[in-house]
């Protein structure tokens, strides 16, 4: 965790997916100011203008630092719902993040300690409102970070 002047409204980081390119498109055309991060989003010109590169580890660490809401999509390439390391990541760095709706997730987080999104819609409504909501997105990712500290001290024990 690094204290950071939150400047970036909305990151996403990783590769452009289908399902991601799809969710990044409706973000943009809906007015979110979503900056993106990570090999391959060269290819598609309709994000030059949000693509940031690709990033090494303390980059990585910075910009989710300096992120309102990280946007943690675990679909992978078929479209299929998995545990992603990235989201423990987040919760690691005290990061506020939204991630697609995955019964799996609430084995290790409770519902004030991650927030989820069904599909398109949800995820721009939940983005609007967290926007608006600092105090709440910044204790729910306090939570979402003492949780993980909590459970890996008591497997350590």
Known sequence: YLEAKKDIDVSFIGAPLDSRVRLLRFLIKNNIDVKIWG??????????????????????IRIVNRT????????NKYNGLH?????????????FQLVDFY????????????VMFRDE???????RYYLKN???????????SF????K????RS
């Open 103 to 114: 019964d799996e997730y609430q084995k290790y987080f409770k519902n004030d300690e991650l």
């Open 39 to 60: 090999e391959g989003w060269h290819d598609y010109s309709e994000f030059r203008a949000y693509y940031g590169g690709h990033l090494n580890r303390k980059d990585f």
């Open 134 to 144: 600092e105090k709440e997105r910044e204790t729910i990712a306090k939570k979402s």
């Open 152 to 155: 890996f001290s008591r497997e």
């Open 147 to 150: 949780c993980l500290f909590k």
């Open 68 to 75: 309102k809401i990280n946007l943690s999509f675990t679909r």
């Open 121 to 127: 819609k949800d995820l721009l409504k939940k983005i």
């Open 83 to 95: 545990i992603k390391g990235r989201t423990f990541d987040l919760a690691g760095c005290r990061a």
